[in-house]
C-alpha cells in the first residue's frame, strides 16, 4: 500500500514537471504562430524588409533599438527598416543617440558634401558609430535622398560632449564680440584639459563650479549681445546642447539620477524636434528606446511614451550568440571578438533560439495575445558601452518592446580602430 502510494505521487510530481516544461515550452510555438521570417541575405543588400501591416503606421515616433552598440547586423537591420519606414510611413527624420551639435554636421555632408565623414564622426565621441557599418547606413540615406519627395535627415538627441556647441557660439560671436568669442576658446580649453573627467561625467566640484562661472559669464554676454543672431536656428540649438551637458555633469548628481536625466533630455530634444508632418525614428540603445523604465532608470523611450501614448513604439533588436565590438580592457584596446553571453533557461533568448530561425521579426502584442498562461522568461540580454559582467537583466520583453526583430548569430562591426 505504501509502495503504491510513493508511486501515485511519484507520478503527479513527473505531471507537474511535465506541465512546467510544457508551459516554459509554449512561447516559441506562440512566436512561431505569429512571426514574419526575415531573409537574412536582405543584410548584406540593405534591401527593405517586407513588413507591410506588421508596424502600426499611426506612430510619431519610432525607437529602433540595438542590445549592444558594437554589432555589424544591427547596423544593417537599422538600415533595411528604415527603407521600410520611408515606403510604409514616410519617414522624415533619424535621430541618433549623438551629440546634436555634432550632428548637424552630417546632414551638410549629406545635402552638401561638406566635409569628411569619418572626421564629423569622430567628433560624436563614440567609437560605436567610427565604424564601417554606419558610413554605409549613411551613405545609403544619401543615396536614398535622391529618390524621396522629403530627404531624410539626421538630429542627436545627446549631450555628452561640449565641443561642437561651443565652437558654433565662438564662430557666431567672432565678428561682433571677440571678448565673449576669446572667453569661449578659454572654456573648450579647459575642457581639453580636463578630457577624462568629461569623457567619464567625473568633474570634481571644485573644477565644475569654475566651469560654471565661466559658462555664466558667457551666457550672460549672449543675452546682452544682441548683434549675436540668437534667432538663428544653430545658434539656438547649440545654446540648448551646451546647457543640458552641464546638467547632465553636475557632481552634485547621482549615477541613478544622472541616468534619468540624460534620458528625460533625450526624449525632450526628440519632442523639440518634432514638427507637424514628421515621422522620426531613433536610433538608441534597446535601454534607452524601451517604453517601460530599464534595469537602471527611467528611460528616454518611457517619457516619450507617457508623451504620445500609442504614437510611441519602439522594436528591440536581439541576439543570441556570436560576437560584439567593445573595449576589451585585458586586450588594453578595441576588439571584435567580445562574446555575446548565450542566454540560459529562464531568458527570452533562450526561448527566441528554439524558433531555429536566423531571423524574425514578430509583435509583441499579437504573442500576448494567444491564449495560455505558461510562465514567461524573466530576464533578457542587455549590453552596455563596454563589458559587462552583468549581461542579463530582469525584465519581460513583450511588455518593454513593442515589437522585437531578432537575429539569431551575430558579429562584430568593423571598428576604424580595430588593429
Do not use: W
Request: glycine share 6%; proline share 3%.
Amino acid at each position: 500500500m505504501l509502495s503504491i502510494r510513493f508511486y501515485v505521487i511519484f507520478l503527479f510530481i513527473i505531471f507537474l514537471a511535465d506541465e512546467v516544461c510544457g508551459q516554459n515550452n509554449r512561447l516559441p510555438e506562440r512566436i512561431k504562430n505569429v512571426a514574419i521570417i526575415l531573409d537574412s541575405s536582405a543584410l548584406s543588400s540593405y534591401a527593405p524588409f517586407e513588413l507591410a501591416g506588421e508596424i502600426n503606421s499611426n506612430f510619431k515616433v519610432l525607437g529602433i533599438g540595438e542590445q549592444s552598440h558594437g554589432t555589424s547586423e544591427f547596423f544593417k537591420a537599422r538600415m533595411s527598416l528604415i527603407k521600410s519606414l520611408v515606403k510604409s510611413s514616410g519617414l522624415t527624420k533619424i535621430g541618433l543617440e549623438a551629440p546634436f551639435a555634432e550632428v548637424e554636421n552630417l546632414n551638410a555632408y549629406i545635402s552638401e558634401g561638406k566635409g569628411d565623414l569619418r572626421q564629423i564622426l569622430k567628433s560624436f565621441r563614440l567609437f560605436n558609430y567610427e565604424c564601417k557599418e554606419f558610413v554605409d547606413l549613411v551613405e545609403n540615406v544619401k543615396l536614398l535622398n535622391r529618390s524621396v519627395k522629403s530627404p531624410l535627415t539626421f538630429f542627436g538627441i545627446d549631450m555628452q560632449t561640449p565641443f561642437q556647441a561651443l565652437q558654433n557660439l565662438s564662430e557666431s560671436c567672432s565678428a561682433n564680440s571677440s571678448a565673449t568669442a576669446d572667453s569661449i576658446k578659454k572654456l573648450t580649453e579647459y575642457y581639453r584639459l580636463l578630457d577624462n573627467e568629461m569623457y567619464n561625467h567625473s568633474f570634481n566640484k571644485g573644477d565644475f563650479a569654475e566651469l560654471l562661472e565661466l559658462s555664466d559669464q558667457i551666457f550672460n554676454n549672449l543675452s546682452r549681445d544682441r548683434a549675436v543672431c540668437l534667432e538663428k536656428s544653430l545658434i539656438r540649438k547649440s545654446i540648448d546642447n551646451y546647457k543640458q551637458f552641464l546638467l547632465l555633469n553636475n557632481p552634485e548628481n547621482s549615477s541613478e539620477a544622472q541616468a534619468t536625466l540624460r534620458d528625460s533630455l533625450m526624449a525632450e530634444n526628440v519632442v523639440n524636434e518634432l514638427k507637424p508632418g514628421d515621422t522620426i525614428a531613433i536610433l538608441a540603445h534597446n535601454g534607452h528606446v524601451q517604453r517601460t523604465p530599464n534595469a537602471y532608470s527611467k528611460s528616454m523611450g518611457f517619457f516619450l511614451s507617457q508623451r504620445f501614448g500609442v504614437q510611441y513604439q519602439c522594436i528591440a533588436l536581439t541576439t543570441s550568440t556570436g560576437f560584439y565590438t567593445a573595449f576589451t580592457p585585458a586586450a588594453g584596446k578595441i576588439t571584435d571578438k567580445n562574446t555575446i553571453p548565450v542566454g540560459k533557461d529562464g531568458t527570452f533568448e533562450y526561448e527566441f533560439s528554439k524558433i531555429q530561425k536566423p531571423m524574425f521579426f514578430f509583435k509583441t502584442s499579437t504573442v500576448k495575445k494567444q491564449n495560455g498562461a505558461e510562465t514567461l522568461p524573466d530576464k533578457y540580454k542587455l549590453l552596455p558601452f563596454g563589458l559587462t559582467d552583468q549581461p542579463f537583466v530582469s525584465g519581460n520583453l513583450l511588455d518593454d518592446f513593442n515589437y522585437v526583430l531578432h537575429i539569431e548569430k551575430t558579429s562584430g562591426n568593423q571598428s576604424f580602430y580595430l588593429k
